[in-house]
């Protein structure tokens, strides 16, 4: 941990009496003579670590704003009272080098621990080496896991198979099965080079449609991406959030969709509060495309050190005969490079979508450890498709 954050002993967290009383397992559980693993169960005993896990999020590869501590305290309002928190801090030579949120569940007849998760947004552990993260917590929770309590991580981006090759390490019985992937989208170059390397055809697609949305009348990009200044709290404009449920709620073939964001009653409620919450911590970003005054279509990112996940789209299925969702999203990397964005991460799309970007596909595995892994199943997620490229 970096001089100038508190370690653990200065934070109090750290006692041989009664350790369960501050929501601290501190058991000591050394792992290589390096590495030890620290246990928190209560979000306000997490809350004291909260400038320890910014700087841990600045360390980790490709940040998003659901690794941060403000996304877990949404998630645990909406669904914490069913299950347990038990956040692992992995420890090397006195410092805190990673962090993994796992939360604990019952799930048909067995303990299931797993990340936090909420449609294709999860919880990723925080810290720059996942491996010896992994090894670390691997070997914390080996004793406990039996073939009735298990280690399932579901939508885990596992580069290189680090997580893999470490609960191995960690003497765990392991299965591994591709789960989904996202399409990422650079913007590290600048705009120019990166709309000279997309799909020609894409190109033309999108001269053609906004040849065809200017014919239809004026029409308008407006982008929402409130700042935290002087201390103050950017406060959200309730009728935004309405402009996008409208536009949703306009496309019935999309309504019809099982895996559709408003057919998942949990999902769209935590997604109702979660534009408002990342716009209060400074982390929303909110992109409309309209026509005269109305909005058509839309795109809903969180941000974090200038990484763009894309969390909820739509597009008016009146305008359908336009390319809409390309459009809109041509416009949103165009204003992203200039304001200085690193990469936008698409989600789940098809891998010609992929292509047709020049994005780079980011697989996602699901991960089960334990004694009852050997007899799990695993079932891949609907992707989510762009309407258009």
């Not at 005993?45 to 910014?54: F, G, I, K, M, V």
């Not at 998003?64 to 645990?76: I, K, N, S």
Request: proline residues 5%; negative net charge; hydrophobic residues 40%.
């Amino acid at each position: 941990m970096s001089s100038s954050f508190f370690t653990l002993d200065e934070l109090g967290l750290r006692s041989e009496h009664d350790p369960q009383a501050s929501g601290l397992c501190a058991e000591n559980d050394d792992v290589d003579g390096t590495h030890s693993v620290f246990e928190i169960n209560d979000l306000a005993t997490l809350a004291e670590l909260q400038p320890l896990w910014s700087e841990l999020l600045r360390q980790t590869p490709r940040p998003a704003f659901c690794q941060t501590f403000e996304w877990l305290q949404l998630y645990w309002t909406h669904f914490g009272d069913r299950q347990r928190l038990r956040v692992l801090c992995v420890e090397r030579d006195g410092d805190t080098v990673g962090l993994t949120v796992l939360v604990e569940q019952q799930t048909l007849g067995r303990r299931e621990l797993t990340l936090p998760s909420v449609g294709s947004e999860t919880l990723w552990p925080l810290g720059t080496n996942s491996y010896w993260s992994w090894l670390a917590v691997g070997s914390h929770l080996r004793t406990e896991l039996t073939r009735k309590h298990v280690l399932d991580l579901r939508g885990l981006s596992d580069p290189q198979d680090r997580t893999l090759v470490a609960l191995n390490s960690a003497g765990l019985p392991v299965r591994s099965w591709p789960w989904t992937s996202t399409s990422v989208v650079s913007l590290a170059d600048g705009f120019t080079t990166f709309w000279s390397q997309v799909a020609p055809s894409l190109r033309n697609l999108v001269e053609l449609g906004e040849q065809k949305l200017t014919a239809i009348g004026p029409t308008n990009f407006v982008r929402f991406r409130p700042q935290a200044t002087d201390g103050t709290i950017p406060q959200f404009p309730d009728e935004l959030y309405q402009d996008c449920l409208t536009i949703a709620l306009n496309d019935e073939k999309q309504l019809a969709r099982a895996d559709s964001v408003l057919n998942a009653p949990e999902r769209h409620l935590f997604l109702r509060d979660l534009l408002p919450w990342a716009w209060q911590h400074a982390a929303a970003d909110l992109c409309l495309l309209l026509v005269g005054s109305r909005p058509v279509a839309f795109r809903f990112h969180t941000l974090a050190l200038g990484h763009l996940r894309t969390v909820w789209t739509g597009v008016d299925a009146e305008f359908r005969q336009l390319p809409l969702a390309t459009l809109l999203l041509h416009r949103t990397l165009r204003d992203s490079a200039r304001r200085g964005d690193v990469e936008l991460d698409l989600g789940p799309t098809h891998a010609d979508v992929t292509r047709d970007w020049n994005g780079t596909q980011a697989p996602h595995r699901r991960i089960v450890a334990g004694a009852g892994s050997t007899s799990s199943t695993a079932q891949q997620p609907t992707e989510t498709i762009l309407h258009d490229h």
